[in-house]
């Protein structure tokens, strides 16, 4: 595991660009970027509110000149890459190329390595982004997640509002902390050279979950019998865009709903890189469960 115990001993404090930043995941990123005592900068679209400590650049991933003036000094980005296309991102290329920082990239554990095309334009996106940042020779440290934990948040409303959640039914995964994927991250963008593993690593909870499963342990969280109910693909796909998510966004959503193939792979690199198992998502449940009330 990588020696990020006392980064202020060096007389270098590593400044990090982290993206994505205000974030499920990118939030808990900051805040262990700044319990370390790293120099932490935030790609933000809007101006956020002022953090101590935190410097705030506004612009956006396909801004060349945004990102330029983002990494000056940068010694590590942590990227997340948030559009369904990878062709904006030659640009961005161009400038990590060009400022050279270390990178990590948030992936996903659905890239299927030996197949031409990959299920969905989620996965492939992020295929397509692994290969852009190995071409270019930046050679990115390369994080594949499972589904967030946090990723239950978008059945808050639903939760407040009665006892059944709805949604398209999808492949059961071994569902990740979002801490514990902050933990990795943050692990690797402040790791010594001579300790850096470049991966994939494979980042998994310890058990895989179907959406019904996630609702159980919410609802035991709760005190509630929540229940899911899946929905076909034509009635979510309507409800999505009635709720006003982007078109391009639910029919990818419906696209990895109904193509990507159930996974029943679980790690132990977030144990390898972070020191400790991954945490359940029972626990992550309980831990939450005030915001669902």
Excluded: K
Excluded at 146 to 158: E, H, I, K, P, Y
């Amino acid at each position: 595991m990588p020696d990020t115990t006392n980064p202020t001993s060096s007389p270098h404090r590593r400044s990090i660009l982290v993206t994505g930043a205000t974030g499920n995941l990118g939030r808990e990123i900051v805040d262990r970027l700044q319990a370390h005592g790293a120099r932490v900068r935030c790609l933000v679209r809007e101006q956020a509110d002022a953090r101590p400590g935190v410097e705030w650049v506004v612009g956006d991933l396909t801004d060349p000149g945004a990102m330029r003036e983002a990494l000056v000094d940068i010694d590590a980005v942590f990227l997340i890459w948030p559009l369904l296309d990878s062709a904006a991102a030659h640009d961005l290329i161009v400038e990590l190329t060009t400022a050279a920082p270390r990178v990590v990239y948030l992936s996903s554990t659905a890239i299927d390595d030996e197949a031409a095309r990959q299920s969905d334009p989620i996965v492939q996106v992020h295929a397509d982004m692994e290969a852009l940042l190995h071409e270019a020779g930046l050679r990115p440290v390369v994080l594949r997640s499972d589904t967030l934990a946090s990723n239950a948040r978008g059945w808050v409303q639903q939760v407040r509002a009665g006892d059944v959640v709805s949604g398209p039914e999808t492949a059961r995964t071994a569902v990740v902390d979002e801490r514990d994927v902050a933990d990795v991250a943050v692990s690797e963008l402040l790791a010594h050279h001579d300790q850096l593993a470049h991966g994939p690593h494979v980042l998994t909870g310890p058990e895989v979950l179907s959406r019904a499963d996630q609702i159980a342990h919410l609802g035991a969280a709760l005190r509630r019998d929540l229940r899911f109910q899946a929905l076909p693909a034509d009635l979510a796909r309507s409800r999505m865009l009635a709720d006003g998510r982007p078109e391009p966004l639910v029919e990818a959503l419906i696209a990895a709903s109904v193509w990507r193939p159930e996974s029943h792979r679980v790690t132990d690199h977030v144990e390898r890189l972070a020191g400790r198992p991954a945490g359940t998502f029972a626990r992550w449940a309980i831990d939450h469960a005030a915001e669902f009330n």
